[in-house]
């Protein structure tokens, strides 16, 4: 069994930072890449940021230069820093876990909520 446990959100002021930290436990036989989604009421869940197994990170265009994810490996932890927060980053922050088996595994962390006010 595979689980994701995320900490991190709460409320901030715009232009304020957070940083999400999501650890998973398990068994993880080997990562294909880990990633933060969010979802905001009415909106679908979107892509925030993705680092592969390799070291590459991709960010979508609203958080570049704000947002960065990183891992500790040693921990099997993934985090978010996020910087200059405005009130478009308000939503449910998801961690996302993709294991490569075939065929692929995908978990979910529960979710943290981040709210900035504007």
């Known amino acids: 069994q595979v689980q994701l446990v995320e900490s991190g959100g709460g409320l901030v002021q715009a232009g304020g930072s957070l940083r999400l930290s999501c650890a998973a436990s398990?068994?993880?036989?080997?990562?294909?890449?880990m990633g933060w989604y969010r979802q905001a009421p009415g909106k679908q869940r979107e892509l925030v940021a993705i680092?592969?197994?390799?070291?590459?990170?991709n960010y979508t265009d609203s958080v570049k230069g704000r947002f960065t994810i990183s891992t500790d490996n040693a921990k099997n932890t993934v985090y978010l820093q996020m910087n200059s927060l405005n009130a478009e980053d308000t939503a449910v922050y998801y961690c996302?876990?993709?294991?490569?088996?075939?065929?692929?595994?995908?978990?979910w962390g529960q979710g943290t909520q981040v709210t900035v006010s504007s």
């Open positions: 680092i592969t197994s390799g070291g590459s990170t």
């Open positions: 398990g068994r993880i036989f080997r990562i294909k890449g």
């Open positions: 996302r876990l993709d294991v490569a088996t075939v065929p692929l595994h995908i978990y």
